[in-house]
């Protein structure tokens, strides 16, 4: 039974809002860097193969080694750890396909590239709250003596709601488990660091920094044995064959700099965030906050208004100049309702109408102004046509 929400025509605000609109899709993409800009530049001009012992080779290897020492630092890893793919769900399905023969463990709230790389996975439930029952992890291996790899999201790309990653770790490492984590949309926003978690294997990606696209990391612990998903000359120490996107990992290198260096700013993002949180609940007592008790993310808040469907709000704030998502934006353009809200246990009504909004380092107070008028007065006008 599909949820009936009010489907109002929204409104064509064309006004210089539209003109120059707030951007609060971070958690899907983060605006590149100007830094960044002129690094990809600098790298596309240099022309030489990493691979090559030449001058213009040697030059093309040197801004992979500076990238390589930078993604490490923003995760807290060895240099020789970091394994450059092609993207996060490179990255994942690397990580999940390179130890055949172990049973495959993942959450139910994972992205899709995790819950997607292979055929027959067992499911972490979660509660309510939006976190992992460990307690059913611990069960699922001890249940199963075969070797096994779990694999657990550090921070939810919907919710923003924080995973007891250390703590699936020890739980993994006691039945002789290996661990992954989805780590992608922490760095630049909470502190990683790779070895107090205690994982194996971790998925960073560039364009979730400021960095650009087509580009992300593997980092793996010490000489664990990675079975190469492309397998060709050699790159990346046998892990990953194929000549390096220069390019992309020069700027994957100072994205993960200016990441380290505007840590500082999450206080300040996560007070608009509350901000306009407040807001939303004060015009919308009926609204449902996802995780709103747990450890979120400070740029993340995901809501629902009452009987208002995920498209229309997407449709009418894009209209009013904001610019917010439906859940995961890795869904080739659909807007379908959040696998994250059901596995939470949200009723089909509630998680159909679910927005997710994410800050940055470029959002202000006028941008929280801005969503909170046009939210308002979109449930305003349901709710006039209601009565």
Request: overall charge neutral; aromatic content about 2%; charged content about 20%.
């Amino acid at each position: 039974m599909t949820v009936t929400c009010a489907t109002p025509s929204p409104r064509n605000n064309a006004s210089p809002t539209a003109m120059n609109p707030s951007y609060l899709d971070w958690n899907a993409t983060a605006p590149v860097w100007p830094a960044v800009a002129d690094a990809v530049a600098a790298a596309l001009s240099t022309g030489g193969n990493p691979s090559s012992v030449h001058r213009g080779g040697r030059a093309a290897r040197k801004l992979v080694n500076e990238a390589r020492d930078a993604v490490a630092a923003l995760v807290s890893a060895s240099s020789d750890s970091v394994v450059f793919t092609s993207g996060g769900t490179e990255a994942n399905t690397l990580a999940l396909t390179a130890f055949p023969g172990r049973r495959v463990i993942v959450s139910a709230i994972e992205h899709a590239s995790v819950l997607g790389a292979m055929n027959d996975v067992a499911i972490i439930p979660v509660r309510g709250d939006g976190l992992a029952d460990l307690g059913a992890l611990d069960e699922l291996l001890s249940s199963d003596p075969r070797p096994a790899l779990v694999s657990l999201m550090l921070a939810n790309n919907e919710t923003g709601i924080v995973q007891d990653v250390a703590e699936a770790a020890r739980i993994a490492h006691r039945h002789g488990a290996l661990i992954h984590t989805d780590a992608i949309q922490a760095p630049g926003r909470i502190t990683v660091d790779v070895r107090a978690l205690d994982v194996d294997l971790m998925t960073i990606s560039a364009h979730k920094i400021g960095g650009p696209m087509g580009v992300g990391a593997l980092i793996v612990r010490g000489d664990l044995p990675l079975a190469a998903l492309i397998k060709g000359g050699g790159q990346e120490r046998g892990r990953r064959g194929g000549t390096e996107n220069v390019p992309g990992i020069a700027g994957f290198g100072v994205a993960a700099r200016l990441a380290i260096e505007t840590l500082s700013s999450a206080p300040s993002i996560a007070a608009l965030r509350d901000d306009a949180q407040r807001r939303l609940l004060a015009l919308a007592p009926d609204a449902t906050v996802f995780g709103a008790d747990a450890a979120r993310l400070p740029n993340t808040l995901s809501i629902a208004m009452p009987r208002v469907a995920s498209s229309t709000q997407v449709i009418a704030l894009d209209l009013a100049g904001v610019m917010v998502s439906a859940g995961s934006a890795c869904s080739s353009g659909k807007v379908e309702r959040s696998h994250v809200l059901d596995a939470m246990g949200m009723p089909r009504d509630i998680a159909e109408c679910a927005i997710r909004i994410s800050l940055g380092r470029t959002t202000t107070a006028a941008d929280i102004d801005r969503l909170v008028e046009a939210w308002g007065a979109l449930y305003a006008r349901t709710r006039a046509s209601a009565a």
